[in-house]
């Protein structure tokens, strides 16, 4: 599983959290083709991009005219909490392929918080804030979790090894486990999934996730990130 | 909760394992859309079907015309484990809300299977077949499992009450737990559901609740559901 | 093809241009279905909006949460010309069964604008704006396009009574020629949709068209209507 | 518009009918995407294909595991008439962006079928049959397209110089007029267009660039493409 992928070197992985990471796969994507795709109204082709097409950018993405943002892809890997994971599959504009406990054995991998991320949540649903807690709270609520991970998997492992179907043993895992999964996608809907999990009402654990998938964003299309940015990160 | 919904009468639900249910919430199906949605290609419609729409239909089917069956909606209300909802939630063409632990208090309701329903796997990944375990490894797996869930539940509430944010303290609730969620989908995506999950490669439990989608389906559409079953439930 | 639907009475059915209609043929659409799709967040749900419901979905909307919109659905039947059509369909997201000039014989319905929308534009692509051309320019201009009309199914029957097949005689067709289409959506895509087509920058033609489906929305979902409005017309 | 692409050679265009193309402009396809996509179920990855790789592609066609087909791009540049355009902007699952004519004028290219292109239809909708015409019918044919052609694009032209709106100006254009647009799309979606439109019931005109898109299929995804072969051509 750690090798490397042959077309993107493995330097094209940012590590989040304790155990996971954003890896990039592979991608097509180009601003030129956000160009060529709107310049097809007028049947006008480009071989590289100048000045004005940076206009055209910035104009399509403040006017809300997405499709031409639809021509690429990114095929990212991702290795994140079930709880991260399941916010993500929200997201139905993309293809998903993720890791199977019914076949194969599960991680023994789980999410803890480093005890500056163990917080409190103060406010209503919807318009929440959130303040660290007391560093004992911190250390007790690490505690905790390994606690229960610990208890989960030793029961998970007898289950298995009793012989119950993985896709019955399952059933005991926490959501704070790890999966990994593979997400292709294109950049108006990266855009959106940035815009919302990259966003101040996202739970952190997934903004560090939504940061590092914006950052393979800026660095493939450069121009296109630069309006969605001053666009005030509005996807199109 | 336990309301009864102003159009549905309560009794359009269907209860599914020891804590599940599947609710028809609401519905706007008819064969008869099905058969107006295809004439539209002739510029026909008709106030009621006849002998020659049940042909329609089941030529519809058998040929892959899938679009006439997507003029309609069946909301539904359901209640399952997270594991299954995870699995149905991959499913793209539909609509989702769903219970967040986030917001709300994760409830202390756990899936534990009937002693018959534990059991072992056979066989390689993507060929499994199941045998039911013997008796004592079946209490023991229940008792196994409940235990976990008593751990992770009780380790809930004390991180919860040490002010921790739910969003962070539900890291250790088990996928055996239950969630419930709103799913509005067309009859062509629903038979491409329950051809997937009322299969024999399904998971036993998503089995049970895709077949009782699968009864709603059949009151809802009866000629439609009777020419899905004809052409061998492969969704068109 | 005049025939009464028996669900929804044939006032149901708002004029649009020369020869077209927006009928709503059938829709499962409640204020309510919204508030109990954002309320499964909580485990709530009610039988009966309140005033405290007209605030959640303001604050829906506002908040672009566009999931709780979908799960509804408009079914309508529709008549326009071509030339709509090809814009309409561009809407990826609701389902579409459209009259075939394959398997039937194509009207001898087109377009012709009444004479005050016969009109020049003014600007830039992308920025246009129309102002009505001198009353002689109109009349000139709907004796053209019957002419080419005239001409162009004056052939097309030639064609047709020589037994060439229909799916290459109607290459002749001008994209005025009106067309009929069945359209099922749910209230967030329909909203996008008007947020589009209702707009300054769309073309007149389809603006009456997309009024025509806002009406129907504003009848079936009053209270998320009105937020919409109150959002500037922004789609969640 | 005859400008070489940065990255696809110019030999990555296949002419069709008498005016089209379709240029494959840019893809991110490989099988080796596929087995990784399908083996993340297990944790695992690749560098390159083996044999195995080959039987599981064939596997997962077989058994309409479509998913792991879905991690690929394919951006096309495609030139047809607007009568084909319509059929293809039925597939949603992929993006277009198509030329204009409220923007850009009107070209005057046209399609005209080949006299062994000139055919009657036999047999009843849904199950015609096509038979070649007498040459003189395969004529005849031949000059009326023409003639209207002629007819609609010198109206077309006075209205444009007379200062009426582009967008109002085009309603007299026949489908039978050329377009062009990108459309991207993946492998899964790519296949499920392929059974359809290169399938003995699609319209001959589209077979031709179904078929098309199939040479590229084969190109850059040869084992995929050798398994949907031999799966009878049924997408997964």
């Not at 318009?127 to 250390?139: I, L, N, R, T």
Request: glycine content about 4%.
């Amino acid at each position: 599983m750690s090798v490397a992928s042959p077309v993107v070197p493995e330097s094209h992985t940012i590590e989040v959290l304790d155990h996971g990471f954003v890896r990039l796969d592979e991608a097509m994507a180009s601003d030129l083709s956000v160009v060529n795709a709107a310049r097809v109204s007028f049947a006008r082709r480009k071989e590289e991009m100048d000045d004005s097409d940076h206009g055209l950018i910035r104009f399509l993405l403040r006017q809300s005219h997405g499709t031409p943002f639809e021509h690429n892809a990114f095929r990212f890997h991702i290795r994140a909490p079930i709880f991260i994971a399941r916010e993500w599959f929200r997201h139905r504009i993309g293809s998903f392929n993720e890791f199977s406990m019914r076949y194969a054995k599960a991680t023994d991998e789980f999410y803890v918080p480093d005890a500056e991320d163990v917080r409190t949540q103060v406010g209503k649903p919807g318009a929440y804030s959130f303040e660290q807690v007391e560093p004992e709270v911190a250390e007790t609520t690490r505690e905790e979790l390994r606690a229960v991970y610990e208890t989960a998997y030793a029961a998970y492992e007898r289950l298995v090894e009793m012989g119950v179907a993985r896709e019955l043993a399952r059933a005991v895992m926490p959501v704070g486990s790890y999966t990994e999964f593979y997400w292709t996608v294109n950049a108006r809907s990266l855009m959106n999934f940035v815009s919302l999990r990259a966003a101040e009402t996202a739970q952190r654990e997934i903004r560090r996730y939504a940061d590092a998938c914006e950052r393979f964003l800026a660095e493939e299309m450069p121009v296109t990130y630069q309006a969605f940015v001053d666009a005030g990160r509005v996807a199109p």
